[in-house]
């Protein structure tokens, strides 16, 4: 083996070691967030989807391909989530047979005083660490990482079938 593929094969146990334990971090801190909210994690995960910057025309049915759920089980969050007052659905603009699903001005509200200092310290803490080419770099690998992970998400809802 040469020297550069040994150096590639630790550096690739350590990347795997770091993103396990950052993925463990983030579930930890996602688990916290659901239990200050009164939700269950699969309902944290709605309320994620809903709160992204593209979300303003979201269905029932989207969010079941999104969560890898039936849309009887979405049906029955989305009731615990109104009740709870972070969603709110309407009919669709444009087809009147269909729901949209937004968060509401509470969830927006909670999602800021939960999530924002850790956004903030990220800004002020973390990315100054960084140049622009490395945090470029960090995208990318995010953003493959994110891909192959679909990916393999995908193929496991098949399995069983």
């Not at 309320?47 to 049906?75: F, K, Y």
């Not at 603009?93 to 969830?107: G, M, N, W």
Request: charged share 20%.
């Amino acid at each position: 083996m040469s020297s550069e593929s040994a150096e590639k094969a630790v550096a690739s146990t350590s990347l795997g070691l770091a993103m396990q334990t950052y993925q463990a971090s983030v579930q930890d801190f996602d688990r916290e967030v659901a239990r200050i909210l009164g939700v269950n994690e699969t309902d944290l995960r709605c309320l994620e989807v809903l709160l992204e910057p593209d979300s303003a025309d979201v269905t029932p049915t989207i969010l079941a391909n999104r969560l890898g759920l039936t849309t009887g089980s979405v049906t029955t969050m989305l009731d615990r989530l109104t009740n709870a007052g972070y969603v709110a659905r309407a009919p669709h603009p444009t087809d009147r047979r269909r729901l949209i699903v937004h968060a509401t001005q509470l969830a927006v509200q909670k999602s800021n005083e939960l999530y924002g200092p850790l956004i903030n310290a990220a800004a002020e803490d973390l990315l100054p660490h960084f140049s622009t080419t490395q945090l470029k770099i960090v995208v990318e690998f995010l953003q493959a990482a994110t891909k192959l992970q679909q990916t393999h998400f995908d193929r496991l809802r098949t399995v069983g079938d």
